[in-house]
């Protein structure tokens, strides 16, 4: 009886070691103070001794990831063509998908009965690149060169602390983080008989900016951006009949990647002769200049407090507008006060601004969310920004079949209202033309340029 007490004992023993601790996470060691971290990490003992730490944790019952194979992958990606070691550190990670990421540094001393190794943690998260917590370990002595052999023994030392951090902040996290679910507008998407083969499409939603950014907290991000932008391709694609590789589609887009998806765009029109028609659309932050009260749309990698590599607004227009088009239009779920929909970007500023206007050029329309210094605010109830849900709203409920002067009409008054209701606070739509189409603008169709499928 005892004996098979003791098998059972064992059998549980070993069940409970099998089992995968629900958070993700990679380890790298701490960034050098002046070289390329990217170099820093192909240093044969750095290597070595990361590979064996990460190889540890996923021992120990952590979802850790290939540590080699998510480098190579992010170094393709051109992760590593950033000038500070922070960013490259968030690109891995972001890259391995994990929850976590820890930074190591180690301490190697030689003692009375031999070499003892401290491993020092500094756990942060992927999501905000705040540090949630510490610890550390030592190897004990050993007479032996090995590091590795002495980083594994150290690491053994503060698992158990490691595990009890990480779950704690798990927990918090879970209670935190929001859900987002399909709505009415994203489920019954008119698909039409259309095609229109020399449309354009750019779209982008940005909405993680904690965790492009360190020293900000996720009340900062754009809720429901990425969904926005996501369901409006579905709309681009299946009812306005663009063809797919006509489309891109970026979240989370820094700077780079705004300003050659831009250039992009333009290259299209010059090739194009004349005949593409081009659509713009934008959810995230934008911001005004404090002095300039010059507009700016915001990568997700670019502070308020410099905004040298913020897109400026007028810019975007006149890339747009830089080669003759049959049409631009531009679809803008962005606020340019300061405002946002939870916090803006600087939460210490108390007064809005009342951005510039831009003059516009060619056949070019503009439909923003909010007017002045209105901030442009959610339907959490819907999971989209109140602009696009009543945006992607009128696209179903007319399917392709409607002019731009009935879409501003359903915007001002449905977004208006339902602002109030929902929200408590006005945001009214703008419509802007250019001088160029003000006199005929209202004629326009969406389903001009196509051709029957």
Avoid at 20 to 40: R, T
Avoid at 329 to 353: E, P, T
């Amino acid at each position: 009886m005892k004996t098979k007490s003791t098998i059972l004992t064992l059998l549980i023993i070993l069940a409970l070691s099998s089992i995968v601790f629900s958070q993700s996470i990679i380890i790298l060691p701490q960034s050098p103070a002046e070289e390329n971290y990217c170099e820093f990490l192909q240093k044969k003992k750095v290597k070595k001794m990361t590979t064996v730490l990460n190889s540890e944790m996923k021992i120990k019952g952590f979802d850790v990831p290939d540590f080699p194979l998510i480098i190579k992958k992010m170094t393709r990606k051109g992760g590593c063509n950033e000038p500070f070691a922070e960013q490259i550190i968030m690109n891995i990670a972001k890259e391995a998908d994990t929850d976590y990421y820890i930074l190591y540094e180690t301490t190697l001393e030689q003692k009375r009965m031999g070499n003892e190794l401290l491993l020092e943690l500094e756990i942060y998260e992927t999501g905000t690149g705040e540090i949630t917590a510490s610890a550390s370990g030592e190897s004990g002595q050993f007479n032996t060169d090995n590091i590795e052999m002495l980083g594994r023994k150290a690491l053994k030392k503060c698992i158990k602390e490691l595990k009890k951090k990480l779950k704690k902040e798990a927990k918090e996290d879970k209670r935190n983080k929001y859900v987002v679910k399909d709505s009415d507008v994203d489920i019954n998407i008119p698909v039409s008989n259309i095609i229109k083969k020399d449309t354009y499409v750019l779209i982008i939603g940005n909405e993680d900016y904690s965790g492009n950014q360190v020293g900000l907290n996720s009340e900062v991000n754009v809720d429901f951006a990425k969904h926005d932008a996501e369901t409006f391709k579905k709309y681009a694609l299946h009812t306005l009949g663009v063809p797919e590789q006509n489309i891109t589609l970026i979240t989370d887009a820094k700077a780079l990647e705004m300003d050659g998806a831009i250039k992009k765009l333009s290259s299209l029109a010059k090739v194009s002769g004349g005949e593409a028609e081009l659509i713009f659309y934008y959810a995230g932050h934008g911001f005004p200049d404090e002095n300039t009260k010059e507009p700016y749309l915001m990568p997700v990698d670019v502070s308020a407090t410099n905004l040298k590599y913020a897109i400026k607004l007028k810019d975007v227009y006149s890339k747009l507008t830089e080669f003759p088009t049959k049409r631009i239009s531009v679809f803008l779920d962005a606020c340019f006060s300061g405002g946002a929909r939870n916090q803006g970007l600087l939460a210490a500023r108390a007064v809005k601004i009342k951005p510039k206007k831009t003059m516009l050029k060619g056949d070019i329309i503009v439909f923003s969310s909010s007017s002045g210094e209105q901030s442009s605010l959610p339907y959490k109830e819907k999971y989209h920004g109140l602009f696009t849900y009543y945006l992607l709203k009128f696209m179903q409920i007319s399917e392709i079949d409607f002019s731009y002067s009935d879409l501003s009409t359903f915007l001002k008054r449905q977004v208006g209202t339902q602002s109030i209701n929902v929200n408590g606070k006005e945001q009214i739509p703008q419509t802007n033309i250019s001088l160029d189409a003000v006199e005929n603008w209202e004629h326009w169709k969406m389903n001009d340029f196509s051709i029957k499928k």
